[in-house]
């Protein structure tokens, strides 16, 4: 009998998430989905007066990943009972807009290369100009030996290795 009552339960749980993403397609901004959510589940909501005018949220998948995705762009805490279940949501602020950490380098083709104008220093005390191959597959940059001195590092600073190059083995000093 228990596991009857759960499975209603469950299945009204699903459905009053069903009718809110069905209810998602009519709604026009962010604001008027999670206002839906409040109605369609239940879930009691504080804090919805910081919901700025956002534009409406896809959202896919099970309810959870779809508070998730309607939640994304505001710092909250999901409140749940007993068993599990989402009943309450407070809504704290909107995050920060998130820092662009790309950087942008003009390039000039060389050949089958990308090349780039660098400013490279071992120490930040010495800089020597240069242009470098981009090479996206690399896992390191590649230095001539002698700039080891005129950018400010010591050659005993490094350790003798072989490394595997598109040409085959090589000899390098690693550091840094």
């Known amino acids: 009998m228990l596991k009857i009552l759960r499975l209603c339960f469950f299945m009204a749980a699903l459905n009053c998430f069903n009718a809110f993403a069905q209810n998602e397609e009519t709604s026009v901004d962010l604001l008027s989905q999670i206002e839906s959510l409040q109605t369609q589940s239940g879930i009691q909501i504080e804090g919805i007066d910081k919901i700025q005018n956002d534009v409406k949220a896809k959202t896919y998948g099970n309810s959870e990943q779809q508070i998730k995705q309607l939640f994304a762009a505001y710092n909250h805490i999901a409140i749940r009972n007993k068993k599990g279940i989402i009943e309450r949501i407070v809504i704290l602020n909107k995050k ?5 950490s790309r950087i942008v380098l003009p390039t000039k083709r060389q050949g089958s290369h990308f090349t780039v104008e660098v400013a490279v220093s071992g120490d930040g005390r010495l800089w020597q100009d240069a242009v470098m191959v981009l090479d996206t597959g690399a896992d390191l940059v590649v ?6 001195e005129s950018i400010g590092l010591a050659d005993s600073r490094f350790t003798q290795a072989k490394m595997q190059t598109a040409n085959g083995e090589a000899d390098a000093k690693i550091g840094l």
């Open 96 to 100: 920060p807009p998130k820092k662009e």
């Open 143 to 148: 230095l001539p030996e002698s700039m080891i």
